[in-house]
T-cell receptor, first 112, second 114 residues
């Protein structure tokens, strides 16, 4: 069935370091792909998305490119800040509905 | 401003009691969803509804029930049949027109069995 696999956390970085959080997926057809961010004690917020192969989603310095050949949607940021500390979820949309399948989440901890 | 409101933020339940979690949205979204979040397990879908008066089971529906009598509201009842209800519950909504715009989430309800 359709699924999303994320790298296990926590990912611990110093401020201004480069971030990569890996996400791969298994799906029939051509899913849309999303990254959501969850700050402590809150719900999830949409960070970025891509709807077709080779699309690049970007927001707040974060980027992810939809790679059909490797079935991946890795999240990157060139210089992280302490305020980026949160849990990041990769997700895919299946079929013609908006129902999403989420990965298990990756916790990012950024230290000054 | 439009959004999703979940209440209460914290809820305590005694063993054997049913409790109902509220979810209200004023985004005019057709679809609504309930997820359960446990540490290290990500989000698991409990129930979802694509239109009023209709809903479908998700992956972990046992011990839960929902209703969708109004477009704006999708309450979740955690029944005494749910053996391990302590978790963070998230409600979400989407346009569900197949546009792929993603969900809008509420801020969650943390349920603890005491």
């Amino acid at each position: 069935g359709d699924s999303v696999t994320q790298m296990e956390g926590p990912v611990t970085l110093s401020e201004e370091a480069f971030l990569t959080i890996n996400c791969t997926y298994t799906a029939t057809g051509y899913p849309s792909l999303f990254w959501y961010v969850q700050y402590p004690g809150e719900g999830l917020q949409l960070l970025l998305k891509a709807t077709k192969a080779d699309d690049k989603g970007s927001n707040k310095g974060f980027e992810a490119t939809y790679r059909k050949e490797t079935t991946s949607f890795h999240l990157e940021k060139g210089s992280v800040q302490v305020s980026d500390s949160a849990v990041y979820f990769c997700a895919l949309r299946i079929g013609n509905t908006d129902k999403l399948i989420f990965g298990t989440g990756t916790r990012l901890q950024v230290f000054p | 401003d439009g959004g999703i409101t979940q209440s209460p933020k914290y809820l305590f339940r005694k063993e054997g009691q049913n409790v109902t979690l509220s979810c209200e949205q004023n985004l005019n979204h057709d679809a609504m969803y309930w997820y359960r979040q446990d540490p290290g397990q990500g989000l698991r879908l409990i129930y979802y509804s694509q239109i009023v008066n209709d809903f479908q089971k998700g992956d972990i529906a046992e011990g839960y029930s929902v209703s969708r009598e109004k477009k704006e509201s999708f309450p979740l009842t955690v029944t005494s049949a749910q053996k391990n209800p302590t978790a963070f519950y998230l409600c979400a909504s989407s346009i569900d027109a197949g546009t792929g715009v993603g969900y809008t989430f509420g801020s969650g309800t943390r349920l603890t069995v005491v």
